[in-house]
């Protein structure tokens, strides 16, 4: 039986080598620590409460995103900074003939950002304290839209959970009728579904195809309408619940 000893040398090396994996599994990890949709909510100086959410890329260290307001709206951030855990940015808009910025500063722990939130909005600047959290990547949950029928606009929504890997199942609701899906699907962050409804004898069939990222769910429904295929601009976002 022949015996191998390694050299102090290659020992050395072996441990370098692993340490170095280690700190390049370490450093993967942490490049999509920021990766996702945040979203939080306040009261505005009238009373109203607004829920807006930011999209965040890392990108080594620092990230890009956008300020999502509200729903169809999007503003690039700026002055992005990243130091360990600490974290801020600034969104640049305007707002009744003048330009507002505000300034958001927080602590990155797990799934939330906890800090503050520096706004001129109200004309002086103004502190706030700041708590957002990470949209949940997954389609299980309660999504709602409007629909709209000739003058008429209605929200619709869909309850959806996942059955097995990449199967859905649910229940959509229009007004005050409510119905199981059909071959719903999930697979690689596209969802998809279908809803049947009667009405006066005659069923009507409805696809609904799209992405999901973060909250929201953006894609477009087809449906057969006086003998011709309409197609429509989807977009649910997530209910808290």
């Not at 930011?54 to 890009?64: A, H, I, N, P, Y």
Request: charged share 35%; net charge positive; proline share 4%.
């Amino acid at each position: 039986m022949k015996t191998v000893f390694f050299a102090p040398l290659r020992l050395c090396c072996l441990t370098s080598a692993l340490l170095s994996l280690e700190a390049h599994a370490a450093e993967s990890t942490n490049l999509s620590k920021l990766d996702g949709v945040w979203k939080w909510s306040f009261t505005m100086p009238d009373g109203t409460k607004a829920e807006p959410r930011v999209r965040l890329k890392q990108e080594g260290d620092t990230f890009t995103g956008n300020s999502i307001p509200r729903a169809g709206m999007s503003i690039p951030i700026a002055d992005p900074k990243l130091d360990g855990d600490k974290i801020t940015w600034s969104v640049v808009r305007e707002a009744g003939g003048r330009k507002v910025t505000t300034r958001y500063e927080g602590k990155l722990e797990g799934e939330t950002i906890k800090g503050t939130i520096h706004s001129d909005w109200a004309g002086e600047p103004r502190r706030y304290e700041w708590l957002a959290k990470r949209a949940p990547n997954t389609p299980v949950g309660t999504w709602k839209w409007e629909t709209s029928f000739g003058n008429t606009r209605f929200e619709s929504s869909v309850k959806l959970e996942l059955d097995g890997k990449d199967k859905l199942k649910g229940k959509s609701k229009i007004r005050t009728t409510e119905v199981d899906i059909k071959n719903g699907k999930y697979k690689n962050g596209e969802i998809s579904f279908e809803v049947v409804r009667e009405r006066d004898g005659v069923e009507t069939v409805t696809f609904y195809s799209g992405k999901l990222d973060g909250d929201t769910i953006r894609g477009e429904t087809e449906f057969e309408f006086g003998n011709e295929v309409r197609k429509r601009e989807w977009i649910a976002t997530r209910a808290d619940e």
